[in-house]
């Protein structure tokens, strides 16, 4: 382990020791101190993903043995490369947060200063990957088997290991700063002068804090009863919707999301961390709006799924990936403290599945054995909008995206949604991704 200044120790010490009171609703809090102190012994600080994701350890840990796992444990790649393509990845979304983090753990691996000038400074192997990082980050529908062909022959060829591997790794940071941003963590937050994340106001009792605001309180806990009451007609309905029905509800979703305002238009300043990556106005288009739909067909989870095909062709190819990944998604995908806001005993999945459908949704990906219309029944415009911005641009997100969505959730509600998108829009990535290699393979 190296040194350590004094001030840093007792900065991250008395974290850890007032864990308790940051996350004094969560039902296993002994879970993040000991997930929190092994982190910061790994790593000799507490990185700000880490303590925003302390509020659901039950997550953190499968996450944290996930990101260990691609860039520190075994695997083909070499440990500067892991970071170079960490660097690469989170550079397509301006995450200077990521990518400050990442040169870091770089040059800790004694990589090769020079590479940070850019792209152009890299051996050949790397900047072959740069398409490949910039269709999956943006429009991983266009990822077929000849990306595959491209960098597996020829001079400076990758393995079949290496290519799974470098996918990880551009997924994970691609899907990782959807959640930096959603979150609003920023380059100073691991910094002694940076800020400590502010978190948002929660529905309080008014005789319990007199600075309370009572009409947005009320306001709040109304937008929660609604929402519960929208989820128990849904769970009650008992006609099923038939399959060409449910396809014209899917198509539907994608047409009006589409549709949704984004500011696509907007001029972004260029940041120097964009020598990282070509092409920077390649971005995110709509799937209902793609050129060719009769070349690039819905992806129908029933026809390539992650638990039928992506798994074990992926455990195939990286040792024991696969497991990790399956068990982060599940977690993800099925985690619930049967809150919502004020209300306590309420049963989440409907508007948890409604989620995570929409998400990939917007990547094209149909589940056959979902009615759609529960997508516009329990999201409403304004958080689909913030959705859409967080996963296809997070990098166009602001802090008031942040505070005016969802408004009756906790802190801790929200970081949950967060998670969902993360793992959610990475499971779309994989999936095109896999697909495409297993079409390679044979």
């Known amino acids: 382990m190296g040194q350590i200044g004094d001030k840093t120790i007792s900065h991250s010490l008395a974290y850890l020791n007032n864990v308790r009171l940051i996350n004094y609703r969560l039902p296993c809090v002994l879970s993040t101190q000991a997930l929190f102190a ?64 990442q040169i870091q753990e770089f040059l800790l691996q004694e990589g090769n200063k020079e590479w940070l000038n850019g792209l152009c400074q890299v051996p050949q192997k790397l900047r072959d990957l740069d398409e490949l990082n910039k269709i999956l980050a ?26 799974i591997h470098a996918i990880l790794l551009l997924a994970h940071f691609h899907c990782l700063s959807t959640f930096v941003y959603g979150c609003d963590i920023n380059p100073k937050t691991d910094s002694d002068e940076g800020h400590t994340f502010q978190h948002a106001t929660v529905p309080c009792n008014n005789q319990a804090n007199n600075n309370c605001d009572s009409t947005q309180a009320v306001d709040a806990e109304a937008g929660v009863e609604l929402l519960m009451l929208k989820m128990k007609t849904i769970s009650e309905q008992q006609e099923e919707s038939t399959q060409e ?56 989870i029933q026809d390539y799924s992650w638990e039928d095909h992506g798994y074990s062709l992926l ?27 004020s209300k306590n005993n309420v049963d989440t999945s409907t508007f948890r599945r409604a989620i995570w459908n929409y998400i990939q949704c917007l990547y094209g990906i149909r589940h056959d054995d979902y009615d759609y219309k ?42 949950h949604v967060n998670i969902m998108m993360l793992e959610a829009r990475m499971q779309a990535e994989l999936l095109y991704a896999l697909r495409a290699i297993m079409r390679y393979m044979t």
């Not at 429009?139 to 990306?147: A, D, G, I, T, V």
């Not at 589409?258 to 971005?283: C, H, K, N, W, Y």
Request: with cysteine.
């Open 138 to 163: 943006h429009q991983p529908w266009l990822f077929n088997k000849s990306h595959i062909e491209k960098l597996t022959k020829g001079k400076d060829n990758w393995s079949l290991s290496e290519v």
């Open 315 to 341: 455990n195939r190819l990286y040792n024991d990936a696969g497991t990790f990944l399956d068990e982060k998604f599940k977690t993800a995908y099925d985690m619930t403290y049967h809150t919502m806001g």
């Open 374 to 415: 529960e997508v516009n029944e329990l999201l409403e415009k304004n958080l689909k909008t913030c959705i859409k911005t967080l996963c296809c641009y997070p990098e166009r997100t602001t802090k008031d995206d942040y505070d005016n969505v969802m408004r009756e959730f906790r802190h801790s509600e929200k970081v």
């Open 38 to 101: 092994d982190t910061f012994l790994q790593n000799n600080k507490l990185d700000h993903v880490t303590q925003v994701m302390g509020y659901h350890p039950q997550y953190l840990d499968p996450f944290l043995r996930t990101q260990n796992y691609i860039l520190k444990g075994d695997g083909p790649l070499p440990f500067d490369y892991r970071h170079y393509i960490a660097i690469m990845a989170s550079s397509r979304h301006q995450c200077t947060y990521l990518v400050k983090l």
């Open 245 to 300: 029905e449910k396809l014209k509800c899917f198509q539907k979703e994608q047409n009006q999301s589409a549709e949704l305002i984004t500011d696509v238009g907007m001029s972004l300043p260029r940041s120097d961390i964009q020598r990282f990556t070509s092409d920077p106005d390649f971005s995110y288009r709509d799937f209902a709006r793609r050129r060719e739909a009769s070349e690039i067909p819905t992806f129908r």
